[in-house]
Each structure stands twice: as C-alpha cells, then as structure tokens.
C-alpha cells in the first residue's frame, strides 16, 4: 500500500445530519459499526474485531443473518473475547488455516493519525488483529472523533507491545532506551487491581509505551520495535487500513486510503 506516512487519503461526509447532543461515546461508536457492516455482502468471510466499538459491528452481523438480510457469513474473531460473542449470537465461525484471504476485516482503534495508521491493541489483541486485518482485502476502521490525532503515541495513552514473558523487564528496558528522545516511559501491563502481570490470548505480556513526543518515523520506529530479541508484535497498523469511519456529533465521515 505504499510508505505508510504519505499515502492519498479522500474523505467524504456520508451523513452531516446534525446528530441528537445527547448521544455519548457508546452511541457514536454504534454509528459508525452500524456503517461498517454496509460493506458486508453475502457469501464474505469477514474479520471480526475486538473492543467496545467492534462488538456493535459483530451484534449487527448477527441481526442481518437472523434477518435473512446477510447470508453465508463466515466470521474469523480476533481474540478469545470476540469468539465468546460471536457463538452466542450464532456466526459461523473459522480461521486463517482454513481461510488465509479474508474479503474484509472490521475493527476498532485507538488512535488514528491523519494517514490512516493505527494504534491497536489496548484490549491485549493486538497479534491476531494484526494477523486477521493484515490478510484481508479491506480492512474498515470504525472510531468516534476521539480516536483522531495529529501523530501515533499523541493521545499520551499507550502504544502496546506483546511480549514474551521470559526476562520481560529485560526487554521493557530496551524499548524504553529505543525511544528515550521521544520520552518513552515503558511499563509492564498489570491485571486491574494487582501487581500481576495482564496476559494476551496468546500467553504473552504487554508493555505499554507512553511517549511524551512524536517518535518519527513510523516505519523505522516498527522495524526497530520487531528488531528487538523478546518482541512478538506492536500495536502500530501502519498502510492496513483501507476505510476509515468515524462517528462524531456533526456527523460520519468516510475517509479511504489509496497507495
């Protein structure tokens, strides 16, 4: 898709219908999940995201199978999380081994920076999203304005990194060091309400990397971050997503992303 910090991006207002004041963030992620699932057509297998915005897009999968609208869906979950939802509410499920082309992916993120790239996986998923949304033909991001910022790392909140959890303070030092001219400060994520180390679907740890500063460039910073013994994947999607959603008071925005 060409280098991840200059690619063509078009936008387009698909609805700039004043929305009601009193709708929160959960209703402005509802929005732009709801959108997303309009490129699902029948017969697709579709990536299904993890987090409080992509649970909406799972939710109306279901309703269209159930409505007749959508038929042979097959669902390939991103986390153990999204697996759990998507048999209750009935979707066919697989994965990569049996279908390694997935026709589209739809996810949420964390942050979303003016090119499309993407920081992911504050939930803990960010492996297999980035495995699931990195084979698929389309990959549709679905945020509230929030999620928008100037620079990756810019909301001050974390940019993951799964890890092994053999010697992990040992591999949360050298990412710390990596970026020490951004003011990285690296800490090892702990279970809410304890000292235990918070462990991914895939029996990993994750070290969050909050920067005080932009740390350049996007793609010497990933192939540095992966350079690194200990390192499983980062949280950074960069030139994966195609289409972006985004939900915010004044309406919902389309943007795509070309070369």
């Known amino acids: 898709m060409g280098s991840a910090s200059n690619p063509l991006v078009t936008s387009s ?8 004041s009193n709708l929160n963030q959960d ?5 732009a999940a709801y ?10 297998v579709v990536g299904l995201g993890t987090g409080s915005t992509a649970k909406h897009a799972v939710a109306r999968i279901s309703e269209l199978l159930r409505q007749g609208k959508l ?10 999380t999204t697996h759990e939802q998507a048999v209750s509410l009935g979707i066919p499920l697989s ?3 049996s279908h390694p082309v997935v026709d589209l992916s739809i996810d949420g993120a964390d942050e979303v920076d003016p090119a499309l790239n993407l920081v992911k996986g504050r939930g803990g998923s960010l ?3 980035k495995m699931v ?10 945020v509230d304005e929030s999620k928008l910022v100037k620079h990756l790392g810019g909301s001050g909140l974390a940019v993951p990194v799964e890890v092994v959890p053999f010697c992990c303070d040992f591999t949360r030092g050298k990412l710390e060091e990596l970026f020490r001219e951004a003011g990285c400060k690296a ?6 309400g304890g000292e235990t180390a918070a462990v991914t679907d895939n029996g990993n740890f994750v070290v969050d990397l909050y920067l005080e500063r932009d740390m350049g460039d996007l793609e010497a910073a990933s192939e540095a971050i992966l350079r690194l013994p200990g390192v499983v994947e980062h949280g950074m999607f960069l030139g994966i997503a195609t289409t972006l959603i985004v939900a915010g008071k004044s309406g919902v925005t389309v943007k795509d992303r070309f070369g």
């Open 13 to 20: 207002v698909v609805d700039d219908s004043p929305l009601p």
């Open 27 to 31: 209703d402005l992620k509802k929005l």
């Open 35 to 44: 959108k997303a699932v309009e490129y699902v057509k029948s017969g697709m």
């Open 71 to 80: 038929r042979d869906i097959i669902g390939i979950p991103t986390s153990t």
């Open 95 to 97: 994965d990569l081994d």
């Open 127 to 129: 492996l297999r999203e």
């Open 133 to 142: 949304e990195g084979a698929s033909k389309k990959f549709v991001v679905i």
């Open 187 to 192: 800490k090892l994520r702990v279970k809410s």
